[in-house]
Nanobody, 123 residues
């Protein structure tokens, strides 16, 4: 059974940094692609960053240069390093995984989700 557990959310001032973690279990970690998504109240869930099963990454234009998505295969853990955070990035952040090679930014392509971790950025 696929299980994804996020942690690391919290409150930070604008311009600050946070690192989210997603501990994965129940599947062959290296054969799945994964992604980080976020959803603010009243808004649609959006893709933030993804990593293919081979480790190559993609980022939403809004976070390029500020966010990275390192993956530790030995620990079966995916991270989201977020720098220079903005108030409009306040949202619930979710980790997702799906068997395959090439990741997608479309949330409906993923069937496995964590419970989410809240990130609040104050101005």
């Amino acid at each position: 059974q696929v299980q994804l557990v996020e942690s690391g959310g919290g409150s930070v001032q604008a311009g600050g940094s946070l690192r989210l973690s997603c501990a994965a279990s129940g599947y062959t970690y290296s054969s799945y692609y994964m992604g980080w998504f976020r959803q603010a109240p009243g808004k649609e869930r959006e893709g933030v960053a993804t990593v293919n099963s081979d480790g190559s990454t993609s980022y939403a234009d809004s976070v390029k240069g500020r966010f990275t998505i390192p993956k530790d295969n030995a620990k079966n853990t995916l991270y989201l390093q977020m720098n220079s955070l903005k108030p409009e990035e306040t949202a619930m952040y979710y980790c997702a995984a799906e068997p395959g090679i090439i990741a997608t930014m479309y949330h409906f392509e993923y069937n496995h989700w964590g419970q989410g971790t809240q990130v609040t950025v104050s101005s």
